[in-house]
């Protein structure tokens, strides 16, 4: 009965997670500590292995954010998802998860290049990622690339999805594979 109430706590949870992505541009607080909670609640109910490893999902999504952070390439809500998402896959589905994330994400920004400005050879934003200081990074609420030392201003706005919706996406393909 626990893998069965688990996967629907996880399905629930990635569905709200989406939701408040769409339409607040961010996940709660209250939901992204909820649901952890729910999901070391769950693993421990099932057995202190399967808790254990929750506990290292947890450790697993806290080390990518802390990449995340140094880096700036995503804002709070976002990193707080990474934790849910932890909590409920464990490391190794967490790191599939994060992988596909990253994928989704670049398909993201290519599409968007491609659709806002014709062929991608010719977009701003690939000149500016063929720039020694180019770079991708996180601003007004979306995915920027910039030149070091461009205004923030200036910045493009680089993708088509919001890293918290890549990020679900990335979640529920690392729980199926």
Request: no cysteine.
């Amino acid at each position: 009965m626990i893998p069965e109430l688990h996967a629907i706590a996880f399905a629930s949870f990635m569905a709200l997670a989406a939701w408040q992505q769409l339409h607040a541009r961010g996940a709660s607080v209250v939901l992204v500590y909820t649901g952890v909670a729910a999901a070391l609640s769950l693993r421990a109910m099932a057995s202190p292995e399967a808790h254990m490893e929750g506990l290292l999902g947890l450790l697993a999504a806290l080390l990518v954010v802390m990449a995340l952070m140094a880096g700036r390439l995503a804002g709070g809500s976002e990193l707080r998802l990474l934790l849910l998402v932890g909590a409920f896959l464990g490391p190794r589905h967490t790191v599939t998860a994060v992988l596909v994330t990253l994928g989704v994400m670049l398909l993201s920004v290519g599409a968007g290049a491609l659709l806002r400005r014709g062929r991608l050879g010719t977009t701003r934003a690939a000149r500016l990622l063929s720039e020694p200081q180019g770079g991708l990074g996180w601003g007004g609420g979306q995915l920027v690339v910039a030149a070091e030392g461009e205004a923030a201003q200036a910045a493009a706005p680089a993708a088509l999805v919001s890293p918290g919706v890549a990020i679900v996406v990335g979640a529920v393909a690392g729980w199926i594979l």
